[in-house]
């Protein structure tokens, strides 16, 4: 298989990421302006639900911060073409770059200087997983840098339990206020290591809003954590308000005894991702737009 279609695919999805939420973050959006209470609230929500409406109308990224280029990639054991891949999500993002076009924001620590492509060491930063199948499943996710810069770890006392990740993770929301601009998504992880804990609170933050835990524990916690965290009224945009949060995703790995690692993963509002899959025979499935 020609590593072209690849390259297109990661292509359009950065600029589906960019330019187009997906179904159900929009529907929450619109849910949170129908029930908020707080004029001044209502109003960012409105103000956010057009610049929505303005992007995809006219293409144009949804905000000036298209974030750090992430993606996740599902390689199936049988996928007829493996070698190459990361070459081809490097092409397709100097390409989004120009052409989307998308904020260069790869910045070399070691030069202080901007590569000028949203490409340079370990960026595009690449999720691997291999599963046996002859497909491929690949998620485009641009991370903004004010969500970013509110993410937080914890490596909290193992006898704290779930009573001291509930209070780390309203903490770390309390002390992000409106940097993230909110109303934010929550990914939270527990157990693991440090590593571990972050990667997983941060591939939460990929399952649908409208899409319930599975796991009847977890859902409980995420409501019982989405609860506290709109009760602290931080609001739209920091402005105040009921929704702080659209939601809260919660998963977990097993722990060391000696250790209880938390991680919560901040995004805002504009909770941009893409998906799609690419069958071994070069189709195409788009999995959370229209195409």
């Known amino acids: 298989m020609s590593l072209r279609v690849v390259e297109e695919t990661a292509f359009t999805l950065l600029k589906l990421a960019a330019t187009v939420l997906p179904r159900d973050v929009k529907e929450a959006l619109k849910r949170a302006y129908e029930t908020e209470t707080s ?3 209502k109003a960012q929500l409105e103000a ?4 929505v409406r303005l992007a995809e109308e006219l293409s144009k990224p949804i905000c000036q911060d298209t974030g750090t280029i992430i993606f996740y990639v599902k390689v199936g054991t049988d996928f007829p073409a493996r070698r190459g891949l990361y ?3 490097v092409r397709a ?3 989004a770059t120009k052409e989307v076009p998308l904020r260069p924001n790869a910045v070399d620590p070691m030069a202080e200087r901007n590569t000028g492509d949203n490409t340079g060491r370990y960026i595009p930063y690449v999720h691997w997983e291999l599963f046996d199948g002859d497909y491929l499943e690949l998620t485009a996710f641009p991370k903004g840098g004010g969500s970013e810069n509110t993410c937080r770890l914890g490596m909290l006392s193992p006898g704290l339990g779930l009573k001291g990740l509930k209070k780390f993770v309203v903490d770390t ?3 992000a206020g409106g940097k993230p601009c909110p109303p934010i998504i929550v990914g939270v992880a527990m157990g693991g290591g440090s590593d571990i804990a972050m990667e997983i609170a941060k591939k939460a933050l990929l399952r649908p809003l409208d899409k319930p835990n599975p796991v009847p524990e977890l859902a409980k916690l995420e409501e019982e954590l989405l609860k506290a965290i709109n009760e602290t009224g931080i609001g739209p945009m920091g402005l105040g308000g009921r929704w702080t949060a659209l939601r809260v995703h ?3 790995a097993c722990r060391h005894p000696a250790s209880y690692p938390v991680a919560v993963a901040t995004q805002c509002w504009a909770a941009r991702r893409a998906s799609a899959r690419i069958g071994p025979d070069r189709s195409v499935e788009y999995l959370t737009h229209e195409v």
Do not use: F
């Open 39 to 41: 004029e001044v609230g």
């Open 87 to 89: 070459e081809a999500l």
């Open 250 to 252: 919660v998963d977990y």
């Open 48 to 51: 956010i639900l057009e610049d």
């Open 93 to 95: 993002t100097k390409r």
């Open 173 to 175: 929301v309390i002390e």
